[in-house]
């Protein structure tokens, strides 16, 4: 991944990355595991998640987590143990490249004590945060992209000095999945928010327009999501929060370009393997002959 426009997304230095999550839809995988750690191909999903911030400019972390994630903190450390007897078989390579994991960024860990939702999330890293513009980017969504999706946001942030998120069509069928917002298209993708909701029951939704987990939003969300009393299956919801942003200082919307993954969910999460080991020339002939053969043999 590369960005066209590195200078746009220098402006935010800062992201938050909620990973406190129990990860319930993928057990027993996650019985000791983080959800976050689980792999797309041999990467675990957050590294990716990681990968894309570091490639918009972005240069501090904040991992929120919560019981048992200490996996999230070695993976991006020095393993040394594992290092030093690498080395020592020669193999050289492999070494280096577990080195350059620990040195990608500055992770700072936050432990979110309970699950109260994504807004109480976020709200975590205010004190990391301070006083700045910061990315929030959700390890469920894997956005594959030319320019990084937080970095498409950042550039828009800068252009119009407002909170961004990233939106994109969904079909009828799904809007009660998503948080879903409304507003006017004011050109090149972005649009101005009038209507912010979290998961509308079904035949409610305002749009198709969901928010995929992507932000970019001013330090004065903090505030509001003290006060933030809770929505949708008893949580502080972010995007509730945002409701209030979008009605005091205004919102707007991006459709980002990427092909977007959602890896919370089982299928989602095996076309994510599916497409990221089929950008792998080591790996690609092997799956597309296999895959030949289950079309060819498999009934629907
Ligand atoms: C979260 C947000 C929701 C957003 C979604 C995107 O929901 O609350 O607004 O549309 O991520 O993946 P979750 O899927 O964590 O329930």
């Known amino acids: ?3 066209p426009d590195t200078k746009a997304a220098k402006l935010i230095r800062k992201c938050v990355i909620p990973a406190a999550g129990l990860g319930t839809r993928f057990l027993p ?3 000791a595991v983080p959800k976050e750690m689980l792999p797309i191909v041999d990467t675990p999903t957050l590294q990716y998640i990681v990968e894309e911030a570091v490639a918009a400019g972005i240069e501090d972390v904040v991992v929120i987590n919560g019981r048992g994630k200490s996996a999230i903190e070695d993976h991006f450390d020095i393993g040394f143990e594992l290092e030093t007897t690498m080395r020592a078989r020669g193999k050289t390579a492999e070494a280096d490249k577990l080195r350059a994991i620990a040195n990608l960024v500055r992770i700072i860990s936050v432990r979110q004590k309970e699950p109260l939702g994504l807004g109480h999330a976020v709200l975590c890293a205010k004190s990391v945060i301070g006083h700045e513009p910061f990315g929030v980017l959700l390890g469920d969504d894997m956005i594959d992209a030319e320019e990084p999706g937080i970095g498409q946001l950042a550039r828009v942030y800068q252009q119009h000095q407002k909170a961004v998120i990233a939106l994109m069509e969904v079909p009828d069928s799904e809007t009660h999945l998503y948080g879903i917002a409304a507003g006017r298209d004011i050109g090149n993708g972005v649009i101005q928010i009038d209507h912010v909701v979290e ?5 409610t939704a305002p749009s198709n327009l969901a928010v995929i987990g992507r932000y970019v939003l001013p330090p004065s969300i903090f505030p509001i999501l003290e006060k ?5 299956g008893g949580e502080i919801q972010l995007t509730d929060g945002l409701a209030t942003l979008q009605k005091t200082e205004g919102l707007l919307g991006y459709k980002f370009q990427g092909q977007r993954y959602d890896a919370g969910d089982k299928v989602g999460y095996l076309k994510a393997n599916i497409a990221y080991a089929l950008k792998r020339p080591d790996l690609r002939g092997g799956l597309l002959e296999y895959m030949r053969e289950v079309v060819k043999t498999e009934k629907p």
């Open 1 to 3: 991944m590369s960005s």
């Open 29 to 31: 995988a996650t019985k």
């Open 199 to 203: 998961k509308p029951k079904k035949g």
């Open 228 to 232: 933030q009393t809770t929505g949708v």
